[in-house]
């Protein structure tokens, strides 16, 4: 299993079909649509106060100036749409 996870496409940070990549602006509308998924976020176990523009705009902020944490966009390697995101 290990071996699996360690193979050099995972380790490149792609598999063929998905990225992990750094935010680009292009990606604020599908990142605030899965914010304001309430399905989304209950299976995250996260119950956003707000989901207004500028609330989806600070918790991404909140994200990727977190010394601690880090946030990824997931996206389709063949559009760079994002699909999900990652963070710790």
């Known amino acids: 299993m290990c071996a699996e996870l360690t193979a050099p496409a995972v380790r490149d940070g792609h598999d063929g079909k998905l990225i992990l990549r750094e935010l680009a602006p292009d990606d604020f509308p599908a990142l605030a649509a899965m ?26 902020a909140r994200r990727c100036t977190d010394p601690g944490g880090g946030f990824r966009v997931i996206a389709d390697a063949q559009s760079a749409q994002a699909v999900g995101y990652a963070q710790v």
């Open 35 to 60: 914010r304001r998924d309430g399905e989304l976020q209950s299976l995250l176990m996260a119950t956003p106060d707000a989901v207004d523009d500028a609330a989806v705009r600070a918790w991404i």
